[in-house]
């Protein structure tokens, strides 16, 4: 069975601060999905790979296959970058997806 | 614009009746997902259809029931049969068969009286 875990499940920072969210999976999984979710519900995807790392703006998302973890990366945090992080284990034949329970982040001014 | 939109945001229905969330695509996606959100636990999945006519029982499918008449059009209907329906419920598209990123909606809260 394909799992997901994600640490922390709450992360409070202040402006400015470098932020770290870590995504551990099992055997399984061929891909990562790093998705965003603001209050109001709906989800944004931010990355997915599946090896290597990727940036985007002020995120970075890192995944190390051989010891199946994955990052997410925010540097110069914003309080606008407060949400809850979501990562995504994708395998299978039929491209399921698996989530983590996700990481609510607060970014205070 | 292209993307996904779910009707209604909010929607509230008495316990025994019958629901049907709506979610439509203008993106071409083949594949189609519904999942179920509840507080402290990740997304689950219900059903995803990869092709029209055609759709598979995902984790927690007991109480639901779909359709995938067109390309676009995935609803989803919560049955009475559904113990705990009361949720918050996402829809999700993906272009083609292999590993690509998917596409949410907005997302419909159900909240059952």
């Known amino acids: 069975k394909n799992e997901v875990e994600q640490s922390p499940q709450n992360l409070t920072a202040q402006e400015g601060e470098f932020i770290t969210i870590n995504c551990s999976y099992s055997?399984?999984?061929?891909?990562l999905h790093w998705l965003q979710q603001h209050p109001g519900g709906g989800i944004v995807s931010l990355f997915m790979l599946s090896s290597g790392k990727k940036k985007h703006g002020r995120l970075i998302a890192t995944i190390n296959i051989q010891e199946k973890h994955s990052s997410l990366h925010i540097t110069a945090s914003h309080p606008r970058d407060s949400a809850v992080y979501i990562c995504a284990g994708l395998g299978g034949s039929n491209y399921k997806l698996t989530f983590g329970k996700g990481t609510l982040l607060t970014v205070n001014p | 614009d292209g993307g996904i939109t779910q009707s209604p945001k909010y929607l509230f229905r008495k316990e025994g009746q019958n629901v049907t969330l709506s979610c439509e695509q203008n993106l071409n996606h083949d594949a189609m997902y519904w999942y179920r959100q509840d507080p402290g636990q990740g997304l689950r999945l219900i059903y995803y259809?990869?092709?029209?006519?055609?759709?598979q029982k995902g984790d927690i499918a007991e109480g639901y029931s779909v359709s995938r008449e067109k390309k676009e059009s995935f609803p989803l209907t919560v049955t009475s049969a559904q113990k705990n329906p009361t949720a918050f419920y996402l829809c999700a598209s993906m272009a083609g068969y292999s590993y690509n990123e998917q596409f949410f909606g907005p997302g419909t809260r159900l909240t059952v009286l």
């Open positions: 055997v399984g999984i061929s891909a």
């Open positions: 259809s990869q092709i029209v006519n055609d759709f």
